[in-house]
């Protein structure tokens, strides 16, 4: 806990250093030693507290972010990328120095032509981003994040940090779940008493449901990387596909009795992973040791963390092109935690370690820019020019529309060129009626389409061999995630690998999905049961209160075809103008238009459109043989 | 439209609550409402059509509140490691065993009498680790593959699904099928051939995995229970699975008049 006279002391001390012209030493504010420039407002005097001697909350990280950014406009910008679904905002910061940050639009243009995979004009400059805190209680992260930024800003007369600023951009993401931090930092401050536990029996180590890993939903934002079904994905692929880095290092958090990791990452690599991109590991991961040699901190590498599942920071970010990486300190939960080997570990060992290899990071692809910006544009030329192959992945629109439109959309939102071909055409000995989206492998992401998009992504072999001799003598597997994702197969549509040429217009993430309506029919609205939006349609039906009936077996209509379980909505015990109102509003709707009565020998059950379990018989389906559960 | 709560906090995997809570709120556009586990076991439910509970170990208390619900013509929709405690005991809603690792002994003795075990002699390697097998171990853990299944096609359960599905599946559970004076397999895995859509099995998963249910239920009472050996909307990520979930949540509590 702080003690007030203490900072009044410090603010009156350095208040003092300040009035004489004098750079205060201040190491306490950052990890390296140096001279601070004293207008660049320090934790102490923003939050109250030295770094890493408490757990800043979001408020109050990004408090003091607005601190930093009014006291160096000219070399810190904040921009807000996102909102969680709790209402808190997301923000990434961009350091580097003032002829850079005057000159940024220009960067960013000539960074975004090397990412299509053409020539730049030789105004780009490699973008180092690094992102804190994806799971909430590993929480040491963010604050590293303020004393780096702290630290670029302030530091006076360092080569390094000049090196850095010159000759990069540094952008910072210092918490991808705010959700997640505030949680565990508000149970955490209720939980502390007048002296921090170490016990990590003691109910400020002990999280409650849920814990502060998961954001509102309680989603593992690590995995969400290519589904980007959370805000907080959504935002934040958006803004690394806006500024195209070469190195992205993903910061976290382990059990506390554990050390540090950083890249190279254990097997199984992903073969999606280039060699050139293996042998740049080796650049980062060398410097990052450098630092914790001299330290005395331990590390390890090559263990435990792979880099196969396409849905993390570092294998996603990878598949675009940077040398993406997971760096994991060993979490005190708290301010003080008691490992097992009977050392202590605070809360500020954890600031302290990942400041470094922050740094550290900047620093390698400072000292070697041109190589990482030379490799990320060789890559993305290559892939462009069909060095991950040449064909396209067809997804027919005819089957389970709404998710082949979905998928293209969500394809499309990662950075990926997906095309859509609306009208009937043929491509590869196949005729797609409805129309089709081609994903083509040659273009700029191709790695991550591959990774997506191939039915299978083979394990290496001998890592497999290991596995199963692993397995023969009773141990784990050590496969940190799944085996499996493709991403036609999970959304149930037809995915075909096709080598000709295939048309479209480019597909842009935002697009709607147009509805599919056929009007409404003398006797009802139908509702195939075909795909996610058909569901979602008669799920919002019900709660506007209309009456439906479901289908148990297939049935022809107006010489369309329409399978067992379509729902239809009787024009009769419905008002019929709010129904095709409804529909036609809805962005999903799909209806027919049926004439007369039901099809003949059609049996259909109801879904009730009354919210409670009837304590007399419910309404029952009008026409016979209506099926019970039991056969 | 029915009214859906589903087991919250201590004892439910939070990772699994909330994936389904976001896929019936956000995709499917259907309201759920929470009940903490501590609650459940003695809540009124009796204004709810289905009661979802996610992977994890609902208490007895649960089962019991639950077993009543479901007789009394509830939905109640289990998913993943929670079919383990409606599995059990004289009359489970769900009238399934989760099965031992192919190629065991469950009957292998221990030894009996005079302290002494029986003399032998092992004359290989692989006699020594027959041997020192875990003879009630379970299937070796699948890190998760996406395989195919296979509906029936009598029970709107499976309706959409047609033509096959593709599913996610980790861990070790298998579960016997349901027998047919008991409920339904609605959706079960493929035959061993054609069981892997993308991904690594085990050799002997594959094999002991073919036909076994994905998708169970078993009617009690006036109402019914609806067993996923493995969650369906895991990371929101198998969205070609929402008609299932909606015919589950969405269509079931209809079909039980």
Not at chain 1, 425 to 449: F, K, M, N, T
Not at chain 2, 126 to 154: F, H, S
Request: hydrophobic share 40%; charged share 20%; aromatic share 8%.
């Amino acid at each position: 806990m702080k003690s007030g006279l203490l900072r009044w002391f410090v603010l009156g001390w350095a208040a003092l250093c300040a009035a004489m012209g004098v750079a205060v030493p201040a190491q306490a504010q950052s990890f390296l030693d140096g001279t601070f420039d004293p207008a660049i407002p320090t934790a102490t005097e923003t939050l109250g507290h030295a770094p890493g001697a408490n757990i800043t909350s979001p408020t109050e990280m990004l408090a003091y972010m607005r601190a930093l950014e009014k006291a160096a406009p000219d070399r810190l910008r904040i921009v807000k990328y996102a909102e969680t679904w709790e209402g808190r905002p997301l923000h990434y910061m961009i350091i580097t120095a003032a002829e850079n940050m005057a000159n940024l639009d220009a960067i960013q243009a000539d960074l975004a032509t090397i990412a299509a995979g053409r020539a730049g004009n030789g105004a780009a400059l490699p973008v180092t981003w690094l992102t804190y805190s994806v799971h909430g209680n590993e929480i040491s992260s963010t604050d590293a994040a303020l004393t780096m930024a702290y630290h670029l800003l302030a530091a006076k007369g360092d080569a390094r940090t000049d090196q850095i600023l010159r000759d990069s951009i540094v952008i910072l993401d210092p918490l991808q779940n705010p959700d997640g931090r505030a949680r565990f930092v508000n149970r955490f401050r209720a939980a502390t008493g007048i002296v921090p536990s170490g016990d990590r029996q003691s109910a400020e180590h002990d999280e409650p449901w849920p814990s502060g890993r998961v954001n509102h939903y309680m989603f593992d934002l690590n995995r969400d990387w290519f589904t980007l079904s959370q805000p907080e994905t959504r935002g934040k692929v958006k803004a690394i596909r806006e500024w195209n880095p070469v190195v992205v290092s993903d910061i976290h958090e382990m059990g506390g009795d554990n050390t540090y990791f950083f890249s190279p990452a254990a097997d199984p690599i992903s073969p999606q992973i280039t060699e050139a991109q293996r042998r740049a590991y080796e650049i980062i991961g060398r410097n990052n040791a450098a630092y914790f040699d001299a330290m005395g901190q331990p590390y390890f590498t090559r263990e435990v963390y792979d880099l196969f599942y396409p849905g993390y920071g570092d294998t996603w970010n990878t598949h675009h092109g940077a040398i993406g990486s997971t760096y994991e300190q060993a979490s005190a939960r708290g301010l003080v935690f008691d490992r097992r080997d009977g050392n202590t570990l605070t809360y500020r060992d954890g600031v302290r370690n990942h400041f470094m290899a922050s740094f550290a990071t900047a620093e390698a692809v400072a000292q070697n820019a041109q190589r990482f910006l030379a490799d990320f544009a060789d890559y993305r030329a290559a892939n462009a020019g069909g060095a991950a192959g040449r064909g396209a992945y067809v997804i027919d629109l005819a089957t389970r529309r709404w998710n082949a439109e979905s998928l293209g959309r969500r394809l499309a939102a990662q950075g990926i060129t997906v095309l859509r071909q609306g009208r009937a055409a043929s491509v590869c000995g196949r005729s797609y009626p409805h129309g089709y989206l081609a994903i083509p492998q040659a273009q700029p992401a191709a790695r991550l389409v591959r990774a997506l998009l191939d039915r299978n992504t083979e394990l290496p072999r001998d890592f497999v061999a290991e596995q199963e001799a692993r397995r023969g003598e009773d141990l784990a597997h050590e496969l940190y995630d799944v085996t499996a994702w493709s991403v036609g197969l999970m959304s149930g549509v037809d995915v075909a690998e096709c080598g000709s040429a295939v048309s479209g217009e480019t597909l842009s993430a935002t697009a709607p999905i147009a509805p599919v309506a056929g009007g409404a029919g003398d006797f009802a609205i139908a509702v195939p049961w075909t795909d996610s939006g058909q569901a979602r349609l008669v799920a919002l039906a019900l709660r506007e209160g209309f009456e439906a009936r479901v289908t148990d077996e297939a049935f022809t209509s107006g010489g369309r075809e329409y399978p067992r379980g379509t729902v239809v909505f009787p024009a009769g015990t419905n008002d019929e103008g709010a129904l095709s109102a409804s529909g036609s509003s809805s962005p999903t709707r799909s209806a027919l238009r049926p004439r007369g009565s039901p099809p003949a020998g059609s049996r259909m059950a109801p879904i009730w459109a009354a919210p409670a379990l009837c304590a007399s018989p419910c309404q029952r389906s009008r026409w016979p043989g209506t099926k019970a559960f039991r056969n | 439209m029915p009214k859906v709560a589903m087991a919250w906090d201590e004892g439910i995997s939070q990772l699994s609550a909330g994936a389904m809570r976001y896929v019936l709120e956000r995709r499917l556009g259907l309201p759920v409402t929470p009940i903490r586990s501590q609650r459940l076991g003695g809540a009124d439910l009796e204004d709810y059509d289905v009661v979802i509970v996610p992977e994890g170990t609902p208490d007895r208390a649960i089962v019991r509140n639950l077993d009543q619900f479901v007789r009394d013509g509830g939905v109640l929709v289990a998913i993943g490691r929670s079919l383990g405690a409606f599995s059990r005991g004289d009359s489970p809603l769900l009238a399934v065993k989760r099965e031992a690792g192919l190629g065991l002994d469950l009957s292998s003795p221990e030894g009996e009498g005079s302290g002494l075990a029986e003399a032998s002699a092992i004359e290989s390697e692989a006699e020594y680790r027959e041997r020192i097998r875990n003879q009630q171990a379970l299937p070796d853990t699948l890190p998760g593959a996406l395989l195919n299944v296979v509906g029936d096609p009598n029970i709107f359960l499976s309706a959409g699904y047609d033509d096959g599905a593709v599913v996610n599946a980790t861990g070790s559970a298998i579960y016997t099928p349901l027998d047919r004076a008991n409920g339904i397999n609605a959706i079960r895995f493929a035959s061993a051939q054609d069981l892997i859509a993308s991904g690594y099995v085990w050799g002997q998963n594959q094999r002991q995995m073919a036909f076994k249910p994905y998708l169970m239920a078993q009617p009690s009472g006036q109402g019914v229970t609806i067993g996923f050996v493995h969650d369906p909307s895991t990371r929101a990520y198998l969205d070609g699975l929402d008609l299932m979930i909606a015919n589950a949540v969405l269509v079931a509590p209809s079909r039980i008049r």
